[in-house]
């Protein structure tokens, strides 16, 4: 099993940013895909970005040059360096592991984007 947990969401202002920030735990070995996930109100869930543990990167389309994601493929963590919010970019965001065939999900941290 692996444990996902977030932390750094919340309620900030147009155009500005965030970090958002996720630990694995348990059987980290062989996690080899991380990355973040988000649902918005009435929506399906959607990709953010991924990264590889060979630091390969990957970004919908409507986060590119907005969203930047890094990670340590060593201690198992990753980031979401969030900037230029926007409201659309409202949503639960959930920290994404994929190890051995199988999705690991975290609980979701809330990002609110609201004057």
């Known amino acids: 099993q692996v444990q996902l947990v977030e932390s750094g969401g919340g309620l900030v202002q147009p155009g500005g940013s965030l970090r958002l920030s996720c630990a694995a735990s348990g059987s980290i070995f062989s996690v080899n895909v991380m990355g973040w996930y988000r649902q918005a109100p009435g929506k399906q869930r959607e990709l953010v970005a991924t990264?590889?543990?060979?630091?390969?990167?990957n970004y919908a389309n409507s986060v590119k040059g907005r969203f930047t994601i890094s990670g340590d493929s060593a201690k198992k963590t990753v980031n979401l360096q969030i900037n230029n919010l926007n409201p659309e970019d409202t949503a639960v965001y959930f920290c994404?592991?994929?190890?051995?065939?199988?999705?690991?999900w975290g609980q979701g941290t809330q990002v609110t984007v609201s004057s």
């Open positions: 994404y592991a994929y190890r051995i065939g199988r999705a690991y």
């Open positions: 990264i590889t543990g060979g630091g390969i990167t």
